[in-house]
């Protein structure tokens, strides 16, 4: 519900604080949701860690787009990014009747020990209340696993979410709705630092000439910057409110994936369009990251163990890139340049991905392997695209990875030693072999040298066995890891 | 939430759970900040050795906000600190002991502020080679304590005699407490030169008395609080107290309040973890896998000093023999001293690292004779006279736990399940399953025994309502829930109408710190005796006004007295005693009796009692990835008459998960030059919500302390952190289910059991 673009931008950031409205103007644009809270007196949300991985400073926020609340890291959002918001703090779930359903369940299961953790919990809690999707088990996990307790062991607490998950209470919260801001764009300057949020591409477009101008979409990746290594960027350019750069379409035959679509709704809209990436996000960071996180951050940050780009390039999306030059398309191969660094010129953004779909003869598989199965770095991602002919001969080969390089990168030598082959034990076999020539991965405290060489070729062994045992491959139950090998625990 | 009912031996939630989940529970960093407050940061050492220490502040004295930069120069008094060796310096003298150890002090009006200025100052120190392991600290000869050694028997001879002999070589991993809260403290200066203190610490004794000393004042003009920790688990009890001495420093030399919050990456890189130890070992066992003889060479990393290193091989070498009988033995144990941050106290205190010696050995025995594991320890535990004897002398009485065994062996369906999981896995290529079971048995007490005592003094007030003090803290634990509870039981007034206190060094002196599972047993029964005092004094007065005869005596209880059929309100009492000029405050004190220790000899009762549980759980590997899930677990645990049981299943469920971790997920790696590289949750890996065993199935074992305790409950907030080990007997299990011979195939498992380790070890037995 935000208002036209041609409107002046604000300058005063509104936003709506357990439903008090309030406006602030001398906060350092680089101030943390969190920092701001705890300054102020609301002190009901923790600091556990400041990088996006304990969720003791979860709140939720109503997302404009989709009307619902969304539990989010108060520590990795930066004040303007909740401009003309609605927050809910864990003290402003109570009302005059008593506690909330999320708080009452939690005291109820005996949810808190030390409690330090509890008020993040409660508003990852407070979300499942009002959502209709946590019909199974494994989403119940995924709705907590962004909230780490040293405590209690979770069963407690996963007790107390299954008793409200999609309850749905008739409160003032389900009855709530966006509140409109004060203009189109925000242009907010304070203590010397700049951030602005035009609604048009050609807005966005028009500030990115600005040589000191960093773009900040979620900022689940920027803002490790500045809570971790002190950094204070004195223009961020958010592209969050430019709508043609949001959002998941058809265009004829081509998927289009905009470059600012969160996580979580991309989650949701591949899950029959495109499941191999849904099936990746499941393994995705967080509740609260993939709430903020988004396409493009993930991309265009070019990590290695960016988990996106390895399915991404399995499909051979490409990647549009919009300048002052207008867009130019180039193929997401070609997209990482080198060791987190991208195709973009200066001044240009990304605005989309576009992909066909693969046939439903096509299989596919994307894999994650991380020292913890949540929430938590790759120590190699990998995806796999194989389609077949009539004889069972490979005529399509892709296998992508993550962790095993300076880039996101496709195992070239390993399809080509696929293609036009009998889909086998031996040409698989003959596949890992030229893939283990051709990697050349780091130790570090993710992993060895010798385990990430070992998990790419066992992940191409475990594809294999997957398209063995299973016609195609469910995403259900909790399985023991990212190979589905075995039936799973559908509890 | 008024619960009328009894308040002991039933559910109840924690003490502060509305506070919990309303975000309105207090703890240190949310105390609102007193006028003036400054903010100190603290500057750390970029190496891991050094000497000739120079610091140089000049540019971080003038810069934005700066009040004061203060360095070891600026403490008045004594600049060491140290629970038990008096060996660690506040702030670095002249050499430095460790990457990341506090160096100087920043104090400037905002924590940013006071965090810029600290880049600015400027450490310098001329380099030394450090020494980052155990094995190395033992070439340099390194060593905090001399050799404590505990023997019975001729092991020699056991060990010559044995149809089997063993030689192993244990290495267990440190583990970061990971609390949710980290360090905090805020001093804030007081009339005529006291000082406030609130810490977050399990030891607000020990906070006062470094401060006194510190600050060359006398104890009485320091007083420490502590609301309430976000955990603690062994990481506050002497850590906490560096942070609030420089917070003390800091208020002392600007005269206004500072608070000393650590962020999460500093605390992990400052504070110290629990020990990582290497245990060399060798078993002889008879043909059936009885034990024989054991003998075992500790050796732990205790980092740059001794903080509580000593006690904590103390315990692990009295945890050397778990639930099992040794006949003959040699235990000896050392604290090697290294370049790293102190190691400390962490829930188990070495009994989980000692423990998982002797496991070692069962497991190995098991698969070299071919049984199974669970049959090997089955015929080692404890029993009856002479089987009763532990290795320094004190008798088990009446061991529980082969009955334990069985009842769980059981009720879990372990051999069922050893069937179906035999032929699940003859039939699947990449998934294997396994099962491991592991008892503990648990001291409970301090070691050093003079700790063992706690006060209390509790406040009745003339409207019936009552505030309890008591030396303990808590930190999740649920300590003021069992101790409001029982003096709720002893008074006979609901809980609700008792306050518990900030534990605070002003109402109760000298106490011990919040730790070794005792916090109940010993500020419980403190509590108790204070209670009951002051209901002895209400009872000729309750007795008149319900006129009852001589000898008749009223009972308290849901918050009435009863006598003759008729009640009066507890409240009508109490303000009657008012009237009467009865005393309506009274103190209780606890020392825990008949234990005693001699380490010299290695000989005594250190424990008043010890404390059961066994565990079995089924985990699926999958072999391609070296990932794991645990399916099942099942445990049997002994809290004698519980307390509180919710609150006890509790500990038990938090402390196994926490134990998983120590074991699976978590690893603390430094570099080369001592740096700590593993100092956030984004690679420092606790348990989530999807390590948990898909099924919890825990039980009580629901039967009276044998030892006179308060209640007759058992201590529980550290013995079942040791059944996380069963995780690795299964792990080991299923893996060994990936080689062709299963009865010849020696799981070589490296800890943490990180899917690295794990795929290692498939991949071994694969190549079999
Ligand atoms: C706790 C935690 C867990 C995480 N887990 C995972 C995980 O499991 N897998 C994974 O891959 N990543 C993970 N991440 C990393 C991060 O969340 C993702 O990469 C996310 O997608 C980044 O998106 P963002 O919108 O937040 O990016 P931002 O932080 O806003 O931006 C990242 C970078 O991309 C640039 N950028 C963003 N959008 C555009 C655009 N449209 N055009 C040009 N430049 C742009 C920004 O300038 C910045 O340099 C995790 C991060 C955290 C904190
Ligand atoms: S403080 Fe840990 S996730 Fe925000
Ligand atoms: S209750 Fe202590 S961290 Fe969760």
Redo the contacts between chains.
């Keep these: 519900m935000r208002s036209s673009p041609s409107a002046e931008p604000s300058t005063i950031l509104r936003f709506v604080l357990n439903g008090v409205a309030l406006q602030e103007s001398e906060a350092r644009p680089t101030t943390t949701l969190l920092q701001w809270l705890r300054r102020r ?1 609301h ?12 969720g ?1 400073c979860t709140v939720a926020i109503l997302d404009p787009g989709s009307g619902r609340w969304r539990a989010i890291n108060s520590c990795l959002v930066l004040l303007p990014m909740i401009d003309g918001c609605q927050v809910v ?3 402003g ?2 009302s005059r009747n008593g ?1 909330h359903p ?3 369940a ?3 299961a ?10 993040g919990f ?1 508003m990852s809690l407070f979300e499942a209340c009002y959502r209709s999707d946590l019909d199974q088990p494994w989403k119940l ?1 995924d709705q ?2 962004g ?12 007790d107390a979410l299954a008793s409200v998950a999609g309850q749905r209470p008739d409160d003032r919260f389900r009855a709530a709705s966006a509140p409109g801001t004060s203009g189109a764009g925000l242009r907010y300057e304070a203590g010397g630092q700049r951030f602005d949020a035009p609604t048009t591409l050609e807005g966005a477009l028009a500030l990115l000439r600005s040589p000191t101008v960093r773009i900040v979409a979620g900022a689940t990746d920027l803002g490790l910057e500045i809570t ?1 290594r ?1 950094a204070h960027p004195p223009h961020l350019l958010s592209l969050d409110r430019i709508a043609e750069l949001r959002g998941v379409a058809f265009d004829g035959d081509e998927l289009v994936l905009g470059a600012t679509t969160a996580l979580s709704e991309l989650e949701d809209a591949t899950e029959d369009t495109l499941p191999i990436l849904h099936r990746m996000l499941r393994y995705f960071g967080s509740r609260q990251i993939k709430h903020r996180g988004t396409l493009g951050g993930n991309l265009c940050n070019a990590s290695p163990i960016g988990d996106l780009a390895p399915v991404l390039l399995a499909l051979d999306a490409d990647a549009v890139l919009q300048g002052p030059q207008g867009p130019r398309t180039v193929p997401l191969s070609s997209f990482f340049v080198g060791y987190r660094t991208t195709a973009l010129e200066p001044g240009e953004l990304l605005a989309q991905i576009r992909l066909r779909p693969p046939p439903d003869s096509a299989r596919l598989g994307a894999y994650k ?9 790759s ?1 190699v991602s990998a995806a796999v695209q194989i389609r077949l002919d009539d004889q069972g001969q490979v005529t399509l080969a892709r296998l992508a990875l993550g962790g095993v390089g300076a880039t996101p990168l496709r195992a070239t030598a390993a399809e080509a030693a696929l293609l036009g082959r009998p889909w086998s034990e031996e040409s698989v076999q003959q596949a890992a072999h030229a893939l283990d020539q051709q990697l050349t991965p780091l130790s570090d ?4 040298s010798w ?1 990430r060489h ?2 790419a070729r ?2 191409l ?2 594809f294999y ?1 997957e398209t063995r045992l299973q016609p195609f491959t469910p995403l259900s139950g ?6 589905i ?2 039936p799973g ?1 559908p ?1 | 939430m008024s619960a009328v009912g009894p308040a002991l031996h039933h559910d109840a ?2 003490e ?12 240190v ?2 105390l ?1 900040e007193p006028p003036g407050l400054l903010h100190a940061v603290l500057v750390t050492a970029p190496m891991a050795r050094g000497r000739a220490l120079v610091v140089d502040a000049v540019g971080a004295g003038g810069a934005e906000g700066v009040v004061a930069v203060l360095t070891a120069a600026d403490i008045p008094g004594d600049p060491y600190i140290g629970p038990i060796v008096h060996d660690e310096p506040l702030l670095a003298l002249d050499q430095i002991g460790y990457h990341g150890q506090p160096v100087a002090v920043v104090l400037a009006e905002g924590r940013e502020l006071a ?2 200025a600290a880049e600015q100052v400027v450490v310098r120190a001329e380099p030394l080679e450090p020494v980052l392991g155990i094995e190395q600290g033992i070439a340099a000869g390194r060593f905090h304590t001399a050799p404590h050694t505990i023997t019975r028997g001729d092991v020699e001879a056991a060990l010559a005699g044995a149809h089997l002999l063993i030689t192993g070589e244990v290495q267990t991993p440190a583990q970061d ?6 360090q905090c403290a805020l001093a804030i200066p007081g009339e005529g030169g006291s000082l406030e203190i609130w810490s977050s610490t399990q030891h607000p004794t020990e906070v006062q008395r470094a401060t006194a000393g510190a600050l060359r004042l006398p104890q009485a003009a320091v007083s420490c609080r502590v609301p ?6 062994g990481g506050k009890e002497s850590q906490a107290t560096q942070p609030a001495v420089l917070a003390a420093l800091g208020a002392r030399h600007t005269g206004r309040p500072v608070k000393l919050w650590l ?3 500093e605390d992990m890189r400052i504070t110290g973890k629990r020990h990582p130890f290497l245990g060399r070992y060798r078993a002889g066992f008879d043909a059936d896998g009885r034990l024989l003889g054991l003998e075992v060479q500790l050796y732990s990393d205790g980092g740059w000093t001794a903080d509580l290193s000593g006690p904590v091989m103390d315990r692990a070498l009295f945890h050397l023999d778990n639930a099992y009988h040794v006949p003959a033995l040699r235990f000896s144990g050392r604290v090697v001293q290294t370049d790293l941050p102190s190691n400390t106290a962490f829930r188990g205190f070495g009994g989980p690292q000692g423990i998982y010696v002797v496991e070692d050995a069962l497991e190995r025995a098991a698969s070299r004779l071919g049984l199974p594991p669970e049959a090997v320890r089955r015929r080692n535990y404890y029993g009856d006279a002479p089987r009763d004897q532990t290795p320094y002398g004190q008798r088990v009485p009446g061991p529980p736990i082969a009955a334990m065994h069985d009842r769980l062996v059981r009720t879990a369906g372990l051999s069922r399940r050893r069937g179906a999981i035999a032929a699940a896995n003859a039939v ?4 294997k399953r396994g099962l491991g079971l592991v008892p503990v048995k648990f001291g409970i007490s301090f070691t050093a025994s003079l700790l063992n005592q706690a006060g209390a003094l509790v406040l009745v007030y003339a409207d019936g309502t009552v505030q309890l003090n008591h030396g303990g803290t808590e ?4 300590l003021h829930t069992k101790v409001r509870a029982v003096c709720a039981d002893v008074l006979g007034v609901p809980v609700d109408t008792i306050r518990v206190m900030d534990t605070s060094t002003d109402k109760i002196p000298n106490t011990s710190a919040t730790a070794a599972s005792s916090g109940s047993d010993l500020n419980g029964a403190a509590v108790a005796e204070a209670a009951r005092r002051i209901r002895e004094r209400m009872v000729p007065i309750a007795a008149s006004l319900l006129g009852l005869d001589e000898g008749t005596s009223p009972t308290f209880r849901g918050g009435e007295v009863y006598g003759e059929g008729r009640s009066i309100s507890f409240a009508e009492v109490a303000n009657a005693c008012w009237v009467q000029q009865i005393p309506l405050s009274a103190t209780g004190f606890y020392r825990t009796p008949g234990i005693a220790y001699d380490p010299q000899q290695g000989r005594g009762t250190p424990f008043f009692y010890f404390a059961w549980g066994i565990a079995l759980v089924e985990v ?3 072999g ?6 645990i ?1 099942r677990v099942d445990i049997l645990h002994d809290v004698g008459n519980s307390l509180i049981p ?2 006890d299943v ?1 500990q038990i ?6 134990g998983v971790g120590w074991l699976t ?1 978590e ?1 603390v ?1 430094h570099g080369d030059d001592g740096r700590c ?2 100092h ?4 420092y ?8 065993p ?3 199935r825990i039980e009580l074992l629901d039967q009276p302390a044998e030892a006179d305790t308060i209640g007759r409950s058992k201590a529980v907030g550290e013995p079942p952190f040791v059944l996380g080990i069963a995780v690795i007997s299964a792990l080991r299990d299923a893996i060994g289910a990936f080689g062709e011979a299963e009865a010849e195939a020696e799981v070589e498992l490296a800890l943490p059991a ?3 380790a794990i ?1 290692r070890a498939v ?1 071994a037995q694969r190549a079999r």
Excluded at chain 1, 478 to 483: C, E, Y
């Design positions: 007196r002190t009901g949300t923790k600091e556990g860690c400041a990088e996006g991985d304990c003791a703090t864990v003290e779930l109570a506690l999320a708080q009452r939690m005291v109820q005996q949810g808190s020990q030390c409690g330090y953790c509890t008020p409660v996990d907590i696993c909230n780490l307790c040293r405590c209690t062991g979770y069963r407690p607490i996963r971790q002190h392997v991380s020292r913890r199965r949540e929430l938590d770095i120590a405290p993710r992993g060895s385990f070992t998990l066992n992940l062994l475990g066995e909790r399985h023991t890891g990212t190979l090998l075995s625990d509890r | 939630p924690h502060s759970a509305v506070g919990h989940v309303t975000g309105r529970a207090r703890y960093d949310d609102p965090r810029r407490h990971f609390y949710l809260e980290t309430r920790m976000g955990g603690g688990f962020d999460r990456s699947s290529r990449h998934t930190m999740g634990q649920g699926e590997v999958l391609l990835t070296g990932e794991h899930r399916q919710n609150i509790g469920e938090g402390a196994f998960v926490q997920g690893e790696i590289l593993t956030g949750p984004s690679t890996k606790v348990p989530s919500v999807g390590d948990v898909l099924q919890m990180t899917p690295e795929l991949e």
